[in-house]
């Protein structure tokens, strides 16, 4: 003992301080996890490698959990008339990626040696679009 009448070494913790330092040390070491959306891997994968498309980029710094849910809940549907959707950042939405995507699946269908026509009109990106699917089959 000290010349206060206090121990020289610490004491052991009472059982409930043992417990509350024990959870502390946990939380430290395991906090608990964010309720995450499903998506937001693939939305992180986006925004980290999606740099060839600033208006993409702009778009996805913008996006909120629910933005980022309907843009990548699933793959943009080929229908009938082609590829067609709103344009915009996301796997759910047209884009150079996707069209890249969709353009790679139907070079691997051909095969080397095919002919393919490419066509483009006026609507907004179609030229872009166009030109991402030549360069894709071009060089399959």
Request: hydrophobic share 40%; charged share 25%.
């Amino acid at each position: 003992m000290d010349n206060d009448g206090n121990p020289l070494y610490p004491q052991p913790l009472a059982d409930d301080e043992l417990n509350e330092v024990e959870k502390k040390i946990e939380e430290m070491c395991h906090p608990p996890r964010v309720r995450q959306s499903p998506f937001i891997d693939v939305f992180m994968n986006w925004a980290w490698n999606a740099t060839d498309d600033k208006d993409i980029q702009d778009e996805l710094k913008n996006m909120n959990e629910a933005d980022i849910e309907d843009a990548f809940y699933r793959d943009l549907a080929f229908g009938t008339g082609g590829l067609r959707g709103t344009i915009g950042a996301g796997t759910n939405r047209m884009n150079i990626y996707v069209v890249a995507k969709a353009s790679q699946g139907l070079a691997n269908y051909l095969g080397s040696g095919a002919s393919v026509v490419i066509g483009y009109d006026s609507r907004i990106k179609s030229d872009v679009f166009a030109k991402v699917a030549a360069s894709i089959i071009y060089f399959k």
